[in-house]
């Protein structure tokens, strides 16, 4: 059996007993028929169900008590390049007629920040979540958002094997970030018009989404703090690296 029918045996499988045990087998029939052609491009090892919600939730970096109760928790967002175990993250996402939202608990001794950031690339020396959405399962086009424990965000696009692009920004997106006792939450919005627009949510199709955390350490110099790379799919990289069309999965939406 080729290594793509090995995948897509493998997420068949996965989607319906997702569907038994979360009940949306409208979901898994329909992501069913459209799974195979992302799988061209070795996207799609790993799939997340996006929960469809009546009663969005409160974009303020506070986490209420039910507001994110009914969508699918992620917590495997871990150290795939170290023999170490990494700090715990939650993601969770859900989508209403409007809006792609979004979730992360990050647990962290030592969040790293800087009181103010004079551009948008000096969050690439902070602690941050991010996500990537990839236009096709090759990487021709695709888009990144990487957002600070504050809510600050770099946004960029790329084209693999070219050069990033740190101009694009996220239209009508909304992130807040806070900070809490046991580390901090990112919590945000994208319109599915701004998904459309970008040309990653379209057809019914997957998305092609990565989901990462890049939790650092201060050594003394803000521009070299020690890094530790976190993802939800380990890339076929031998070192951490998320610009790559194999560090993502798909999401589907229910």
Not at 73 to 86: A, F, N, R, S, T
Not at 163 to 185: M, P, Q
Request: proline residues 5%; hydrophobic residues 35%; contains cysteine.
């Amino acid at each position: 059996m080729s290594k793509k029918y090995s995948r897509l045996l493998a997420c068949l499988i996965y989607l319906c007993c997702l569907s038994q045990s979360h009940g949306f087998v409208s979901a898994a029939v329909y992501s069913l028929t459209n799974v195979t052609d992302t799988l061209e491009g070795d996207s799609c090892s790993r799939i997340y169900a996006v929960k469809k919600i009546a009663t969005p939730p409160v974009i303020d970096g506070v986490i209420g008590p039910d507001e994110w109760r009914e969508a699918h928790p992620m917590e495997d967002i871990v150290l795939h390049w170290e023999k170490q175990k990494g700090q715990a993250t939650l993601f969770k996402s859900s989508y209403d007629r409007k809006f792609f939202y979004f979730l992360f608990e990050a647990t962290d001794s030592q969040t790293v920040t800087w009181p103010a950031i004079e551009q948008e690339l000096d969050v690439i020396w902070e602690d941050r979540v991010e996500l990537f959405f990839g236009c096709d399962p090759h990487f021709h086009k695709y888009y990144c958002l990487e957002i600070d424990a504050l809510g600050r965000y770099l946004g960029n696009s790329g084209s693999i094997g070219q050069k990033i692009d740190v101009s694009w920004e996220c239209k009508n997106c909304t992130f807040i970030g806070k900070t809490t006792a046991s580390g901090y939450v990112v919590e945000g919005s994208i319109p599915l018009s701004t998904l459309l627009e970008m040309g990653v949510f379209t057809d019914g199709k997957p998305m092609i989404t990565g989901v990462y955390r890049a939790d650092f350490r201060e050594t003394g110099n803000p521009k070299e703090p020690e890094m530790h790379w976190m993802s939800w799919v380990k890339s076929h990289s031998p070192t951490p690296n998320f610009h790559i069309p194999s560090s993502t999965g798909c999401f589907i939406f229910e």
